[in-house]
C-alpha cells in the first residue's frame, strides 16, 4: 500500500526488507522513518469545568458558546448525521455544522477511504465532547466542526496521515474559520519534551500556532505518572490529561510535568456514531 504524501515530498508504503535496502542506496531519497505506533485515546464535563457559567457571557453581542468558530477534529472522522452534531455535513448556510473534510487514506485505513464519515465512533464521541447540542450539551455548543479523518477504522492511525491532518487543518483554516485542531491520539512515552521526534509535526504544529491556532492533543491513557505521548510531547501543543469527577487525576491518565490541561475524562456520556449517547473514558 502507498500514499503520497500531500504536505511535504514524500510517502508512505509498506516494504519488504529487500526494497528497504534498496531504498537507504537511492541517491534521491533524503531520509527514511518508520511508522510510529500511533493509536486513539479516549456531559458530564461541562458543568464540572463550569462552562456553565460562560454560556450567557456576551463578548461583542455574542455568547461565548463557541459561535462562528470552527475546531478540526483529527481523528477517525464524525458522523455528520448525528441530529446532536448539526444532522448533516455542508455549509453552515444550509445549518450545518459539520462544514467539510478530508479523509487521508492511512496505512491501517480499510474502509471510508473518500468519506470524512465515522466508521470507528472516537472521532464522533470527541466532538460531541467539543460541542454537541441536543439531547446533550458539549463544552461549545455553539462551534461547528471539521473533520481531518487520519485513523479508522481500527484504533490505529498513520503517522504521515495525522501530519497530513494538520497540515490541511491550518491550510484550510481562513476557509473553515478553524481556530482549534484537536488530536485525541498519539504513541510512545516521553518524559520532555520531544520536538525533535518527527521534525515534519513539530514544524505543523508550530505553524498553527503561528497562525493563531491552538494546538489540543490528549497525554495518552497508560496511566504513567512522568511520561506523556507524542505528539503531546511538542513544546507548542496543549497536552490534555484526565480526571474522575471526583476532581482526581485518573487512574489511566499520562502525566508529567510538561501537562498544561487536565479536565474530566471518566465516564464521559457524548455522542456515539450509530446515534444516540455512549460512555467512554479517556485523557480524549
Not at 452534531?85 to 485505513?109: I, W
Not at 454537541?132 to 490505529?156: D, E, L, R
Not at 520532555?192 to 514544524?203: A, I, K, L, R
Request: with cysteine; aromatic share 6%.
Amino acid at each position: 500500500m502507498v500514499y503520497k504524501a500531500q504536505s511535504i515530498n514524500g510517502f508512505t508504503a509498506e516494504i519488504s526488507a529487500s526494497a528497504f535496502e534498496e531504498l537507504k542506496k537511492n541517491p534521491y531519497v533524503k531520509s527514511i522513518k518508520m511508522e510510529m505506533d500511533v493509536k486513539l485515546f479516549l456531559q458530564d464535563s461541562v458543568p464540572m469545568v463550569n462552562a456553565t457559567l460562560i454560556f450567557p457571557i456576551k463578548v461583542n453581542g455574542t455568547n461565548l458558546t463557541g459561535n462562528g468558530q470552527t475546531v478540526c477534529i483529527v481523528d477517525t472522522g464524525i458522523n455528520y448525521s448525528h441530529a446532536d452534531l448539526g444532522g448533516c455535513l455542508g455549509p453552515e448556510s444550509s445549518g450545518c455544522r459539520v462544514l467539510g473534510g478530508y479523509a487521508f487514506n492511512n496505512p491501517y485505513n480499510t474502509s471510508n477511504v473518500t468519506d470524512i464519515m465515522d466508521d470507528n465512533g472516537h472521532g464522533t464521541h470527541v466532538a460531541g465532547i467539543v460541542g454537541a447540542n441536543g439531547s446533550i450539551t458539549g463544552v461549545a455548543p455553539g462551534v461547528n466542526f471539521v473533520s481531518a479523518k487520519a485513523c479508522g477504522p481500527t484504533p490505529a492511525c498513520g503517522t504521515q496521515a495525522i501530519i497530513d491532518s494538520v497540515n490541511w487543518c491550518v491550510g484550510n483554516a481562513s476557509r473553515y474559520n478553524i481556530s482549534v485542531i484537536s488530536m485525541s491520539l498519539g504513541g510512545g512515552s516521553y518524559t520532555g519534551y520531544c520536538d525533535s521526534e518527527d521534525t515534519d509535526m513539530t514544524n505543523a504544529i508550530d505553524l498553527a500556532i503561528a497562525r493563531n491556532i491552538t494546538v489540543v492533543v490528549a497525554t495518552g491513557n497508560a496511566g504513567l505518572t512522568t511520561q506523556i505521548s507524542w505528539p503531546a510531547c511538542i513544546r507548542n501543543s496543549t497536552a490534555v490529561s484526565s480526571t474522575t469527577k471526583a476532581d482526581a487525576i485518573s487512574s489511566f491518565s499520562n502525566r508529567n510535568n510538561i501537562t498544561t490541561v487536565l479536565a474530566p475524562g471518566s465516564n464521559i456520556t457524548s455522542t456515539s456514531k450509530n446515534g444516540g449517547t455512549e460512555i467512554n473514558s479517556g485523557t480524549s
